[in-house]
């Protein structure tokens, strides 16, 4: 009889080794930009100025103005709640874009499936990224059965 295979969405310490904070964003409605604090020292504001990011994954703190959503991602989420919460930050199509984030989750399949190849070329297609995007564009798939 097949056993341990207990939950369809692992926490992301057991997926992946993740520990702590793994992201420190913040989702502002009112200017609909996603702003995230990488270090200690990362102040960030949104456009509009609702609300601010810093302190990174090492002390997170900021003001959440009305109208936003923190999106913490700790090592004991699970990869259900990195599918959708997990914030990636882009270039745009041709790369000349100025960085900008946006939720995996948001992304049309044809993006994740870039995402995924990019991470394949570097070996790290089952990387913590390139894993949350194969379980989204798997979602959609399942749904449109
Ligand atoms: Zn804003």
Redesign the pocket.
């Given at each position: 009889m097949k056993c341990s295979y207990t939950n369809q969405y692992p926490t992301l310490y057991e997926a992946f080794g993740l520990e702590g904070l793994i992201q420190n964003a913040v989702h502002?409605f009112?200017?609909?930009?996603i702003i995230t604090s990488k270090d200690e020292y990362d102040y960030v504001k949104?456009?509009?100025?609702?609300?601010m990011v810093d302190g990174g994954r090492i002390s997170p703190r900021g003001s959440c103005?009305d109208n936003?959503e923190r999106l913490y991602l700790y090592g004991t989420d699970t990869t259900r709640a990195a599918m959708e919460r997990l914030a990636w930050g882009t270039y745009g199509k041709t790369g000349q874009d100025p960085l900008k984030y946006v939720l995996l989750k948001d992304c049309t399949s044809n993006h994740l499936q870039a995402i995924i190849n990019m991470k394949k070329k570097t070996g790290a297609e089952n990387s913590f990224v390139g894993h949350i995007s194969k379980l989204i564009l798997k979602s959609r798939e399942n749904k449109s059965e």
């Open positions: 502002c009112k200017c609909n930009e949104c456009t509009c100025g609702n609300t103005g936003s």
